[in-house]
Protein backbone atom coordinates (compact mmCIF):
# COMPACT_ATOMS: atom_id res chain seq x y z
CA UNK A 1 0.00 0.00 0.00
CA UNK A 2 1.56 3.19 -1.18
CA UNK A 3 2.20 6.42 1.46
CA UNK A 4 -0.83 8.27 0.11
CA UNK A 5 -3.19 5.00 -0.12
CA UNK A 6 -2.29 4.47 3.63
CA UNK A 7 -3.09 7.86 4.71
CA UNK A 8 -6.10 8.17 2.98
CA UNK A 9 -7.48 4.55 4.34
CA UNK A 10 -6.46 6.03 8.21
CA UNK A 11 -8.88 9.32 7.75
CA UNK A 12 -11.27 7.41 6.49
CA UNK A 13 -11.25 4.79 9.29
CA UNK A 14 -10.70 7.87 11.80
CA UNK A 15 -13.73 10.08 10.25
CA UNK A 16 -16.31 6.83 10.43
CA UNK A 17 -15.17 6.42 14.25
CA UNK A 18 -15.45 10.29 14.94
CA UNK A 19 -19.10 9.65 13.05
CA UNK A 20 -20.14 6.62 15.00
CA UNK A 21 -18.71 8.50 18.15
CA UNK A 22 -20.86 11.54 17.69
CA UNK A 23 -23.83 9.19 16.61
CA UNK A 24 -23.99 8.18 20.18
CA UNK A 25 -24.16 11.35 21.85
CA UNK A 26 -26.94 11.58 23.71
CA UNK A 27 -27.42 15.47 22.21
CA UNK A 28 -28.52 16.58 18.52
CA UNK A 29 -25.78 18.29 16.73
CA UNK A 30 -26.25 19.43 13.35
CA UNK A 31 -23.28 21.27 11.12
CA UNK A 32 -24.56 24.31 9.61
CA UNK A 33 -22.98 25.90 6.45
CA UNK A 34 -23.00 29.58 5.81
CA UNK A 35 -26.68 29.07 3.98
CA UNK A 36 -28.31 27.43 7.08
CA UNK A 37 -27.71 24.06 5.36
CA UNK A 38 -27.31 20.92 7.20
CA UNK A 39 -24.11 19.09 6.20
CA UNK A 40 -24.22 16.59 8.81
CA UNK A 41 -26.20 15.28 11.65
CA UNK A 42 -26.41 12.70 14.12
CA UNK A 43 -28.40 9.95 15.19
CA UNK A 44 -29.72 12.23 18.27
CA UNK A 45 -30.54 15.09 15.86
CA UNK A 46 -33.00 11.98 14.32
CA UNK A 47 -34.52 11.51 17.04
CA UNK A 48 -34.85 15.11 18.67
CA UNK A 49 -35.09 17.80 15.74
CA UNK A 50 -36.81 15.39 13.26
CA UNK A 51 -34.20 14.98 10.45
CA UNK A 52 -34.10 12.14 8.56
CA UNK A 53 -31.19 10.47 6.16
CA UNK A 54 -30.84 10.88 3.67
CA UNK A 55 -33.46 13.11 2.85
CA UNK A 56 -32.44 16.00 4.78
CA UNK A 57 -28.68 16.24 3.81
CA UNK A 58 -28.27 19.53 2.57
CA UNK A 59 -31.62 20.37 3.18
CA UNK A 60 -32.18 24.22 3.96
CA UNK A 61 -33.02 24.07 7.93
CA UNK A 62 -34.95 27.67 8.35
CA UNK A 63 -37.32 26.22 5.80
CA UNK A 64 -37.58 22.50 7.26
CA UNK A 65 -38.91 23.87 10.58
CA UNK A 66 -40.77 26.65 9.02
CA UNK A 67 -43.45 27.70 11.11
CA UNK A 68 -42.08 26.13 14.68
CA UNK A 69 -40.35 27.51 17.82
CA UNK A 70 -37.13 25.95 16.50
CA UNK A 71 -37.73 27.60 13.11
CA UNK A 72 -37.85 30.87 14.19
CA UNK A 73 -35.24 30.99 16.93
CA UNK A 74 -33.01 30.23 14.02
CA UNK A 75 -34.12 32.74 11.55
CA UNK A 76 -33.69 35.41 14.08
CA UNK A 77 -29.96 35.10 13.26
CA UNK A 78 -28.90 35.45 17.02
CA UNK A 79 -26.34 33.51 18.80
CA UNK A 80 -27.99 33.76 21.76
CA UNK A 81 -29.03 30.30 23.71
CA UNK A 82 -32.68 29.36 24.10
CA UNK A 83 -32.87 27.39 27.45
CA UNK A 84 -36.97 25.89 26.66
CA UNK A 85 -38.15 25.74 23.30
CA UNK A 86 -40.83 22.69 21.74
CA UNK A 87 -38.99 19.94 19.46
CA UNK A 88 -40.43 20.32 15.69
CA UNK A 89 -41.74 16.95 16.09
CA UNK A 90 -44.73 16.09 17.21
CA UNK A 91 -45.41 15.02 21.05
CA UNK A 92 -41.49 15.97 21.09
CA UNK A 93 -39.56 17.23 24.14
CA UNK A 94 -38.93 20.31 25.29
CA UNK A 95 -35.18 21.51 24.35
CA UNK A 96 -32.35 23.82 25.41
CA UNK A 97 -30.61 24.87 21.96
CA UNK A 98 -27.16 26.80 21.33
CA UNK A 99 -25.58 27.28 17.64
CA UNK A 100 -21.72 27.48 18.22
CA UNK A 101 -19.50 29.48 15.75
CA UNK A 102 -16.69 27.60 13.46
CA UNK A 103 -14.36 28.90 10.68
CA UNK A 104 -15.95 29.61 7.30
CA UNK A 105 -19.24 30.49 8.80
CA UNK A 106 -20.00 27.16 9.35
CA UNK A 107 -21.67 26.83 12.93
CA UNK A 108 -22.76 23.62 15.41
CA UNK A 109 -26.69 23.61 16.21
CA UNK A 110 -26.37 21.81 19.61
CA UNK A 111 -30.25 20.25 21.23
CA UNK A 112 -30.21 19.06 24.65
CA UNK A 113 -33.62 16.80 25.67
CA UNK A 114 -34.71 19.40 28.85
CA UNK A 115 -37.31 16.48 29.92
CA UNK A 116 -34.73 14.42 32.94
CA UNK A 117 -34.12 18.25 33.88
CA UNK A 118 -37.95 19.17 33.88
CA UNK A 119 -38.87 15.91 35.63
CA UNK A 120 -36.36 16.95 38.72
CA UNK A 121 -37.55 20.75 38.64
CA UNK A 122 -41.24 19.71 38.78
CA UNK A 123 -40.59 16.55 41.68
CA UNK A 124 -38.69 19.84 43.02
CA UNK A 125 -42.29 21.79 43.11
CA UNK A 126 -44.49 19.54 43.89
CA UNK A 127 -42.18 18.45 46.97
CA UNK A 128 -42.17 22.14 48.36
CA UNK A 129 -46.05 22.16 47.58
CA UNK A 130 -46.86 19.40 49.41
CA UNK A 131 -44.77 19.76 52.49
CA UNK A 132 -46.67 23.03 52.81
CA UNK A 133 -49.73 21.72 52.33
CA UNK A 134 -48.88 18.94 55.07
CA UNK A 135 -47.69 21.90 57.58
CA UNK A 136 -50.58 23.93 57.40
CA UNK A 137 -53.29 21.82 59.36
CA UNK A 138 -50.79 20.95 61.91
CA UNK A 139 -50.04 25.07 62.22
CA UNK A 140 -53.44 26.23 62.18
CA UNK A 141 -54.31 23.80 65.61
CA UNK A 142 -51.00 24.90 67.27
CA UNK A 143 -51.79 29.05 66.21
CA UNK A 144 -55.66 28.28 67.50
CA UNK A 145 -55.03 27.04 70.88
CA UNK A 146 -51.98 29.55 71.48
CA UNK A 147 -54.85 32.32 70.51
CA UNK A 148 -56.97 30.28 73.37
CA UNK A 149 -54.25 30.38 75.96
CA UNK A 150 -54.84 33.45 78.45
CA UNK A 151 -51.64 34.87 79.50
CA UNK A 152 -53.02 36.30 82.69
CA UNK A 153 -54.05 32.65 83.92
CA UNK A 154 -49.75 32.20 84.18
CA UNK A 155 -48.47 35.09 84.20
CA UNK A 156 -44.50 34.01 84.47
CA UNK A 157 -45.48 32.49 81.38
CA UNK A 158 -46.59 35.85 79.49
CA UNK A 159 -43.56 36.15 77.33
CA UNK A 160 -43.31 32.72 76.31
CA UNK A 161 -46.76 32.46 75.37
CA UNK A 162 -46.42 35.56 73.46
CA UNK A 163 -43.57 34.50 72.02
CA UNK A 164 -45.36 31.72 70.71
CA UNK A 165 -47.53 33.45 69.33
CA UNK A 166 -45.01 35.52 67.13
CA UNK A 167 -43.43 32.41 66.04
CA UNK A 168 -46.38 30.57 64.98
CA UNK A 169 -47.74 33.51 63.02
CA UNK A 170 -44.46 33.57 61.04
CA UNK A 171 -44.24 29.97 60.54
CA UNK A 172 -48.06 30.58 59.27
CA UNK A 173 -46.83 33.45 57.17
CA UNK A 174 -43.90 31.20 55.36
CA UNK A 175 -46.53 28.21 54.57
CA UNK A 176 -48.37 30.87 52.88
CA UNK A 177 -45.95 32.29 50.97
CA UNK A 178 -44.67 28.87 49.93
CA UNK A 179 -48.03 27.90 48.25
CA UNK A 180 -48.35 31.64 46.81
CA UNK A 181 -44.93 30.68 44.73
CA UNK A 182 -46.00 27.17 44.00
CA UNK A 183 -49.29 28.26 42.61
CA UNK A 184 -47.29 31.49 40.53
CA UNK A 185 -44.56 28.79 39.31
CA UNK A 186 -47.17 26.09 38.04
CA UNK A 187 -49.64 29.24 36.66
CA UNK A 188 -48.84 29.64 32.61
CA UNK A 189 -50.61 32.48 32.11
CA UNK A 190 -52.19 35.24 33.67
CA UNK A 191 -55.78 36.41 34.16
CA UNK A 192 -56.96 39.42 32.15
CA UNK A 193 -58.92 41.70 34.65
CA UNK A 194 -59.05 45.24 34.11
CA UNK A 195 -57.27 46.11 37.36
CA UNK A 196 -58.04 49.72 38.38
CA UNK A 197 -54.75 51.55 39.64
CA UNK A 198 -56.64 54.13 41.49
CA UNK A 199 -57.97 52.52 44.11
CA UNK A 200 -55.09 49.85 44.21
CA UNK A 201 -52.36 52.61 44.71
CA UNK A 202 -54.66 54.13 47.84
CA UNK A 203 -55.14 50.50 49.33
CA UNK A 204 -51.19 50.58 49.25
CA UNK A 205 -50.54 54.04 50.74
CA UNK A 206 -53.07 53.14 54.05
CA UNK A 207 -51.33 49.64 54.16
CA UNK A 208 -47.56 51.32 53.98
CA UNK A 209 -48.83 54.32 56.75
CA UNK A 210 -50.79 51.44 59.10
CA UNK A 211 -47.26 49.50 58.74
CA UNK A 212 -45.20 52.58 59.64
CA UNK A 213 -47.53 53.78 62.42
CA UNK A 214 -45.81 57.26 61.98
CA UNK A 215 -42.49 56.53 61.66
CA UNK A 216 -41.67 57.58 57.51
CA UNK A 217 -42.86 60.30 55.70
CA UNK A 218 -44.36 58.46 52.86
CA UNK A 219 -45.67 59.80 49.79
CA UNK A 220 -47.72 58.67 46.48
CA UNK A 221 -47.08 60.38 43.55
CA UNK A 222 -49.94 59.10 40.61
CA UNK A 223 -48.80 60.41 37.56
CA UNK A 224 -50.27 57.75 34.93
CA UNK A 225 -53.69 58.03 33.80
CA UNK A 226 -53.65 54.42 33.42
CA UNK A 227 -54.71 50.75 34.53
CA UNK A 228 -52.94 47.61 34.19
CA UNK A 229 -54.84 44.29 32.78
CA UNK A 230 -53.99 40.93 34.99
CA UNK A 231 -54.98 39.72 38.20
CA UNK A 232 -55.21 42.44 40.72
CA UNK A 233 -55.28 39.58 43.63
CA UNK A 234 -51.48 38.88 42.39
CA UNK A 235 -50.57 42.42 41.07
CA UNK A 236 -51.99 43.87 45.26
CA UNK A 237 -49.39 40.96 46.76
CA UNK A 238 -46.92 41.88 44.55
CA UNK A 239 -46.65 45.66 45.04
CA UNK A 240 -47.55 45.68 48.69
CA UNK A 241 -44.87 43.29 49.50
CA UNK A 242 -42.39 46.27 47.74
CA UNK A 243 -43.87 48.57 50.36
CA UNK A 244 -43.74 46.71 53.46
CA UNK A 245 -40.09 45.47 52.36
CA UNK A 246 -39.48 49.97 52.33
CA UNK A 247 -41.44 50.18 55.81
CA UNK A 248 -39.09 47.57 57.28
CA UNK A 249 -35.99 48.48 55.98
CA UNK A 250 -36.22 51.80 56.23
CA UNK A 251 -35.00 53.66 60.05
CA UNK A 252 -37.86 55.75 61.61
CA UNK A 253 -38.02 59.61 60.31
CA UNK A 254 -37.28 57.82 56.18
CA UNK A 255 -38.63 59.29 53.29
CA UNK A 256 -40.65 56.76 51.37
CA UNK A 257 -42.36 57.10 48.06
CA UNK A 258 -44.72 55.19 45.93
CA UNK A 259 -45.50 56.05 42.30
CA UNK A 260 -47.28 54.88 39.43
CA UNK A 261 -45.96 56.58 35.82
CA UNK A 262 -46.37 55.95 32.22
CA UNK A 263 -43.13 55.46 30.41
CA UNK A 264 -42.58 55.46 27.05
CA UNK A 265 -43.50 51.87 26.15
CA UNK A 266 -45.62 50.66 28.97
CA UNK A 267 -46.09 51.65 32.78
CA UNK A 268 -43.89 51.94 35.84
CA UNK A 269 -44.48 51.18 39.47
CA UNK A 270 -42.21 52.39 41.54
CA UNK A 271 -41.47 52.16 45.50
CA UNK A 272 -38.36 54.11 46.42
CA UNK A 273 -37.30 54.57 50.36
CA UNK A 274 -34.04 56.30 51.95
CA UNK A 275 -33.54 53.60 54.28
CA UNK A 276 -30.07 51.21 54.62
CA UNK A 277 -30.02 50.36 50.71
CA UNK A 278 -28.13 46.91 49.35
CA UNK A 279 -24.92 46.40 48.34
CA UNK A 280 -24.37 46.22 44.81
CA UNK A 281 -23.13 42.25 45.09
CA UNK A 282 -26.37 41.30 46.81
CA UNK A 283 -28.86 42.95 43.82
CA UNK A 284 -28.37 39.99 41.20
CA UNK A 285 -29.70 37.55 44.03
CA UNK A 286 -32.78 39.61 46.06
CA UNK A 287 -35.26 37.63 44.10
CA UNK A 288 -34.10 34.13 44.99
CA UNK A 289 -35.83 32.36 47.57
CA UNK A 290 -34.64 32.56 51.19
CA UNK A 291 -31.87 35.16 50.04
CA UNK A 292 -31.54 38.07 52.56
CA UNK A 293 -28.40 40.94 52.72
CA UNK A 294 -29.55 40.32 56.66
CA UNK A 295 -30.80 37.61 57.92
CA UNK A 296 -30.98 39.04 61.41
CA UNK A 297 -32.89 42.66 60.05
CA UNK A 298 -35.35 40.30 58.39
CA UNK A 299 -36.26 38.59 60.92
CA UNK A 300 -36.72 41.07 63.58
CA UNK A 301 -38.96 43.17 61.31
CA UNK A 302 -41.73 39.60 60.42
CA UNK A 303 -39.63 38.82 56.56
CA UNK A 304 -40.43 35.63 55.49
CA UNK A 305 -37.46 36.11 52.83
CA UNK A 306 -40.10 35.06 50.17
CA UNK A 307 -41.27 38.35 49.30
CA UNK A 308 -39.26 39.35 46.43
CA UNK A 309 -39.26 36.15 45.06
CA UNK A 310 -43.30 36.46 45.03
CA UNK A 311 -42.56 39.61 43.30
CA UNK A 312 -40.17 38.24 40.66
CA UNK A 313 -42.54 35.44 39.39
CA UNK A 314 -45.88 37.84 39.82
CA UNK A 315 -44.07 40.75 37.29
CA UNK A 316 -42.90 37.72 35.37
CA UNK A 317 -46.72 36.46 34.72
CA UNK A 318 -47.44 39.85 33.56
CA UNK A 319 -44.63 40.20 31.13
CA UNK A 320 -43.05 43.05 33.13
CA UNK A 321 -39.64 43.52 34.79
CA UNK A 322 -38.52 44.30 38.19
CA UNK A 323 -35.43 46.70 38.05
CA UNK A 324 -33.68 48.16 41.38
CA UNK A 325 -31.48 50.18 41.81
CA UNK A 326 -29.96 50.96 45.64
CA UNK A 327 -27.17 53.08 47.36
CA UNK A 328 -25.68 51.32 50.44
CA UNK A 329 -26.91 53.75 53.28
CA UNK A 330 -28.82 56.20 50.68
CA UNK A 331 -31.84 53.69 50.22
CA UNK A 332 -33.64 51.72 47.36
CA UNK A 333 -36.29 51.98 44.16
CA UNK A 334 -37.70 48.84 42.87
CA UNK A 335 -39.43 49.56 39.81
CA UNK A 336 -41.83 47.49 38.39
CA UNK A 337 -41.81 47.98 34.17
CA UNK A 338 -44.90 46.79 32.30
CA UNK A 339 -44.81 46.45 28.63
CA UNK A 340 -47.69 48.33 26.59
CA UNK A 341 -49.64 45.02 26.15
CA UNK A 342 -50.69 45.39 29.59
CA UNK A 343 -51.81 48.91 30.67
CA UNK A 344 -55.02 49.66 29.89
CA UNK A 345 -56.68 53.21 29.52
CA UNK A 346 -57.68 54.77 32.83
CA UNK A 347 -61.39 53.42 33.48
CA UNK A 348 -61.45 52.04 30.10
CA UNK A 349 -63.37 49.19 29.56
CA UNK A 350 -61.24 45.36 28.96
CA UNK A 351 -59.04 46.08 25.77
P1 LIG B 1 -37.62 39.46 53.49
O1 LIG B 1 -38.84 38.81 54.00
O2 LIG B 1 -36.37 38.96 54.12
O3 LIG B 1 -37.73 40.95 53.49
P2 LIG B 1 -37.65 39.66 50.61
O4 LIG B 1 -37.62 38.59 49.56
O5 LIG B 1 -38.80 40.60 50.58
O6 LIG B 1 -37.50 38.94 52.00
O7 LIG B 1 -36.32 40.51 50.45
C1 LIG B 1 -35.08 39.84 50.36
C2 LIG B 1 -33.97 40.67 50.97
O8 LIG B 1 -33.76 41.86 50.19
C3 LIG B 1 -34.31 41.19 52.36
O9 LIG B 1 -33.98 40.25 53.36
C4 LIG B 1 -33.43 42.43 52.45
O10 LIG B 1 -32.11 42.06 52.83
C5 LIG B 1 -33.36 42.94 51.01
N1 LIG B 1 -34.33 44.05 50.77
C6 LIG B 1 -35.56 43.96 50.20
N2 LIG B 1 -36.13 45.17 50.09
C7 LIG B 1 -35.25 46.06 50.61
C8 LIG B 1 -35.26 47.48 50.79
N3 LIG B 1 -36.29 48.25 50.40
N4 LIG B 1 -34.16 48.05 51.37
C9 LIG B 1 -33.11 47.29 51.76
N5 LIG B 1 -33.05 45.95 51.62
C10 LIG B 1 -34.10 45.34 51.05
Redesign the pocket.
Known sequence: MSRRTWHAHAMRHWLRDLRSGADHLPDASVLLDRDDRARWFNRAAQRLLGLTRPHDRGIWLPGRWEGSELGDWLRDGTLRPAGDIAAPVSGGPRLGVMLLPLRAHFRVLLARDNSPINRIEQMRRDFVANVSHELRTPLTVIHGYLELLDADDVPALAPVIGEMRVQSRRMGQIVEDLLTLSRLETQQDMVGEHVAMAPLLATLLREAEALSQGRHQITLQHEANADLCGSSKDLHSAFS??VS??V???PSGGRIVIAWRASADGAEYS?S?S????PAD?LSR??ERF?????S??RE?G???????I?KHVLGLHQAQLRIE?VPGA??S?HCVFPAVRVRREGGDEG
Open positions: NLNARYTVDGYGIHLTYRVSSRSTGTGLGLSVSGSF
